[in-house]
Protein backbone atom coordinates (compact mmCIF):
# COMPACT_ATOMS: atom_id res chain seq x y z
CA UNK A 1 0.00 0.00 0.00
CA UNK A 2 1.24 3.77 -0.72
CA UNK A 3 1.95 5.77 2.00
CA UNK A 4 1.17 9.91 1.91
CA UNK A 5 2.44 12.00 4.17
CA UNK A 6 0.30 15.42 5.13
CA UNK A 7 2.02 18.10 6.61
CA UNK A 8 -0.77 20.27 7.48
CA UNK A 9 -1.93 22.49 10.74
CA UNK A 10 -5.68 23.02 9.94
CA UNK A 11 -6.77 20.20 11.60
CA UNK A 12 -9.90 19.67 9.66
CA UNK A 13 -8.17 19.70 6.29
CA UNK A 14 -5.87 16.68 7.30
CA UNK A 15 -8.33 14.45 8.77
CA UNK A 16 -10.64 14.93 6.30
CA UNK A 17 -8.33 14.22 3.51
CA UNK A 18 -6.71 11.27 5.42
CA UNK A 19 -10.06 9.77 5.64
CA UNK A 20 -10.76 10.50 2.14
CA UNK A 21 -7.23 8.84 0.65
CA UNK A 22 -7.71 5.66 2.98
CA UNK A 23 -11.17 5.25 1.79
CA UNK A 24 -9.05 4.97 -1.72
CA UNK A 25 -6.70 2.42 -0.58
CA UNK A 26 -3.53 4.71 0.79
CA UNK A 27 -1.80 4.52 3.85
CA UNK A 28 -1.82 8.37 5.07
CA UNK A 29 0.28 9.67 8.25
CA UNK A 30 -0.37 13.19 9.37
CA UNK A 31 2.09 15.89 10.20
CA UNK A 32 0.26 18.96 11.79
CA UNK A 33 3.56 21.75 12.47
CA UNK A 34 6.68 22.60 11.13
CA UNK A 35 8.91 21.26 14.10
CA UNK A 36 10.22 17.87 13.09
CA UNK A 37 8.92 17.84 9.75
CA UNK A 38 11.56 16.69 8.23
CA UNK A 39 12.05 14.20 10.49
CA UNK A 40 9.07 13.23 9.83
CA UNK A 41 9.69 13.01 6.19
CA UNK A 42 12.65 10.91 6.96
CA UNK A 43 10.94 8.47 9.22
CA UNK A 44 7.81 7.79 7.06
CA UNK A 45 9.51 7.21 3.81
CA UNK A 46 6.26 8.21 1.74
CA UNK A 47 5.40 7.44 -1.59
CA UNK A 48 4.89 11.23 -1.95
CA UNK A 49 4.35 14.51 0.21
CA UNK A 50 1.07 17.23 0.43
CA UNK A 51 2.21 19.96 1.96
CA UNK A 52 0.60 23.11 3.16
CA UNK A 53 2.65 26.34 2.06
CA UNK A 54 0.73 28.54 5.34
CA UNK A 55 2.67 26.60 8.29
CA UNK A 56 3.48 29.32 10.99
CA UNK A 57 7.17 29.74 11.92
CA UNK A 58 9.00 27.89 9.04
CA UNK A 59 9.01 28.71 5.71
CA UNK A 60 7.52 26.08 3.07
CA UNK A 61 10.36 26.16 0.84
CA UNK A 62 13.15 25.68 3.51
CA UNK A 63 11.09 22.15 3.99
CA UNK A 64 11.46 21.63 0.34
CA UNK A 65 15.15 22.46 0.17
CA UNK A 66 15.79 20.19 3.15
CA UNK A 67 13.89 17.30 1.92
CA UNK A 68 15.41 17.66 -1.78
CA UNK A 69 18.99 17.08 0.00
CA UNK A 70 18.07 13.53 0.56
CA UNK A 71 14.81 12.42 -1.23
CA UNK A 72 13.53 13.27 -4.70
CA UNK A 73 9.80 12.27 -3.36
CA UNK A 74 7.28 13.51 -5.09
CA UNK A 75 5.63 17.12 -3.58
CA UNK A 76 2.11 18.71 -4.04
CA UNK A 77 1.67 22.01 -2.29
CA UNK A 78 -1.43 23.05 -1.01
CA UNK A 79 -2.20 26.72 -1.04
CA UNK A 80 -4.71 29.64 -0.68
CA UNK A 81 -3.22 31.53 -3.49
CA UNK A 82 -3.71 30.89 -7.33
CA UNK A 83 -2.04 33.49 -9.38
CA UNK A 84 0.65 32.62 -12.34
CA UNK A 85 3.17 34.12 -10.09
CA UNK A 86 2.73 31.78 -7.47
CA UNK A 87 2.45 28.38 -9.26
CA UNK A 88 5.92 29.46 -11.12
CA UNK A 89 7.41 29.88 -7.53
CA UNK A 90 6.59 26.89 -6.26
CA UNK A 91 7.40 24.69 -9.32
CA UNK A 92 10.72 26.40 -9.36
CA UNK A 93 11.04 25.60 -5.52
CA UNK A 94 11.31 21.91 -5.83
CA UNK A 95 7.55 21.49 -5.87
CA UNK A 96 6.10 18.47 -8.58
CA UNK A 97 2.34 20.21 -8.67
CA UNK A 98 0.36 22.49 -6.93
CA UNK A 99 -3.25 22.53 -5.84
CA UNK A 100 -5.44 25.83 -4.66
CA UNK A 101 -7.81 26.28 -2.03
CA UNK A 102 -10.68 25.03 -1.66
CA UNK A 103 -9.70 22.12 -3.78
CA UNK A 104 -12.08 18.96 -5.06
CA UNK A 105 -10.37 16.19 -2.85
CA UNK A 106 -11.03 14.36 -6.03
CA UNK A 107 -9.46 16.44 -8.43
CA UNK A 108 -6.27 16.28 -5.93
CA UNK A 109 -6.72 12.34 -5.75
CA UNK A 110 -6.68 12.71 -9.64
CA UNK A 111 -3.50 14.49 -9.06
CA UNK A 112 -1.93 12.28 -6.88
CA UNK A 113 -2.94 9.00 -8.70
CA UNK A 114 -1.28 10.49 -11.87
CA UNK A 115 1.91 11.22 -10.06
CA UNK A 116 2.56 8.26 -8.48
CA UNK A 117 1.54 6.05 -11.64
CA UNK A 118 4.28 7.58 -13.13
CA UNK A 119 6.90 6.63 -10.36
CA UNK A 120 6.05 3.22 -10.22
CA UNK A 121 6.09 2.99 -14.00
CA UNK A 122 9.69 4.27 -13.99
CA UNK A 123 10.92 2.08 -11.01
CA UNK A 124 9.27 -0.73 -13.27
CA UNK A 125 11.42 -0.12 -16.14
CA UNK A 126 15.03 0.38 -14.08
CA UNK A 127 17.41 -1.66 -15.64
CA UNK A 128 20.84 -2.21 -14.43
CA UNK A 129 22.86 0.82 -13.32
CA UNK A 130 23.99 2.81 -16.37
CA UNK A 131 24.35 6.58 -16.95
CA UNK A 132 23.11 9.24 -19.57
CA UNK A 133 26.06 12.26 -20.35
CA UNK A 134 25.15 15.45 -22.64
CA UNK A 135 28.29 17.66 -22.80
CA UNK A 136 28.85 18.34 -18.37
CA UNK A 137 26.19 16.91 -17.52
CA UNK A 138 25.63 12.94 -16.03
CA UNK A 139 22.74 11.29 -15.35
CA UNK A 140 22.54 8.00 -13.05
CA UNK A 141 19.38 6.52 -14.28
CA UNK A 142 19.12 3.94 -11.54
CA UNK A 143 19.48 6.33 -9.22
CA UNK A 144 17.69 9.22 -10.50
CA UNK A 145 21.02 11.77 -9.93
CA UNK A 146 22.32 14.64 -12.00
CA UNK A 147 25.67 16.58 -12.07
CA UNK A 148 27.20 19.17 -13.74
CA UNK A 149 30.84 19.52 -13.75
CA UNK A 150 31.15 16.61 -11.09
CA UNK A 151 28.64 18.61 -8.52
CA UNK A 152 25.17 17.21 -7.24
CA UNK A 153 22.31 19.08 -8.73
CA UNK A 154 18.92 19.01 -7.06
CA UNK A 155 15.90 18.58 -9.23
CA UNK A 156 12.38 18.19 -8.88
CA UNK A 157 11.20 14.44 -10.09
CA UNK A 158 9.72 16.50 -12.98
CA UNK A 159 12.42 18.29 -14.17
CA UNK A 160 14.68 14.67 -14.06
CA UNK A 161 12.16 13.36 -16.40
CA UNK A 162 12.02 16.05 -18.71
CA UNK A 163 15.81 16.40 -18.90
CA UNK A 164 16.23 12.58 -19.11
CA UNK A 165 13.44 12.03 -21.81
CA UNK A 166 15.26 15.44 -23.91
CA UNK A 167 18.96 13.67 -24.09
CA UNK A 168 17.82 10.41 -24.81
CA UNK A 169 16.57 11.90 -27.79
CA UNK A 170 19.42 12.96 -28.70
CA UNK A 171 19.14 15.90 -30.73
CA UNK A 172 16.02 14.93 -32.24
CA UNK A 173 12.97 17.43 -31.25
CA UNK A 174 10.47 16.51 -28.96
CA UNK A 175 6.60 18.05 -29.12
CA UNK A 176 5.37 19.85 -26.41
CA UNK A 177 2.49 17.57 -26.36
CA UNK A 178 4.58 14.15 -25.71
CA UNK A 179 6.38 16.48 -22.90
CA UNK A 180 3.03 16.70 -21.08
CA UNK A 181 1.52 13.74 -21.51
CA UNK A 182 3.76 11.38 -21.78
CA UNK A 183 6.84 12.57 -19.59
CA UNK A 184 4.71 14.36 -16.98
CA UNK A 185 1.72 12.94 -17.42
CA UNK A 186 -0.50 16.11 -17.45
CA UNK A 187 -2.98 16.25 -19.94
CA UNK A 188 -4.12 20.05 -20.07
CA UNK A 189 -1.10 20.85 -21.94
CA UNK A 190 -3.17 23.28 -24.61
CA UNK A 191 -3.08 26.53 -22.40
CA UNK A 192 -0.70 25.44 -18.91
CA UNK A 193 2.37 27.13 -18.24
CA UNK A 194 3.45 23.91 -16.12
CA UNK A 195 5.90 23.31 -19.22
CA UNK A 196 7.32 26.35 -19.69
CA UNK A 197 8.03 27.10 -15.93
CA UNK A 198 9.74 23.35 -15.81
CA UNK A 199 12.21 23.96 -18.73
CA UNK A 200 12.76 27.63 -17.31
CA UNK A 201 13.93 26.30 -14.15
CA UNK A 202 16.11 23.13 -15.67
CA UNK A 203 18.24 25.58 -17.57
CA UNK A 204 18.57 27.91 -14.75
CA UNK A 205 19.91 24.29 -12.64
CA UNK A 206 22.06 23.18 -15.09
CA UNK A 207 23.80 26.51 -15.65
CA UNK A 208 23.40 26.34 -19.38
CA UNK A 209 20.14 28.58 -20.45
CA UNK A 210 20.86 27.27 -24.45
CA UNK A 211 21.26 23.76 -23.42
CA UNK A 212 17.48 23.02 -24.50
CA UNK A 213 16.68 24.73 -27.54
CA UNK A 214 12.70 25.57 -27.77
CA UNK A 215 11.51 26.03 -31.41
CA UNK A 216 8.91 27.81 -32.14
CA UNK A 217 7.36 27.44 -28.51
CA UNK A 218 6.08 23.76 -29.42
CA UNK A 219 9.17 21.98 -29.90
CA UNK A 220 12.36 21.13 -27.49
CA UNK A 221 15.57 19.42 -28.44
CA UNK A 222 19.41 19.98 -27.35
CA UNK A 223 21.66 22.11 -28.78
CA UNK A 224 24.85 20.36 -30.01
Avoid at 113 to 128: D, H, V, Y
Avoid at 151 to 161: H, P, Q, R, V
Wanted: charged share 35%; with cysteine; hydrophobic share 40%.
Amino acid sequence: MEKILIIEDDLWISNSLKLYLENSDFEVELHHTWENSINKIKETEPNLIILDINLPYMDWMEICRLTREFSNVPIIMLTAKNSENDKITWLEMWADDYIAKPFSPRELLARIKRILKRTNTEEKNEGNSNELIYKNIKLNLDKKTVTVDWEAINLTKNEYDLLEKIIKEDWKVVTRETLMTEVIWYEKYVYDRTLDTHIKNLRKKIWNSQAILTIRWEWYRLNK
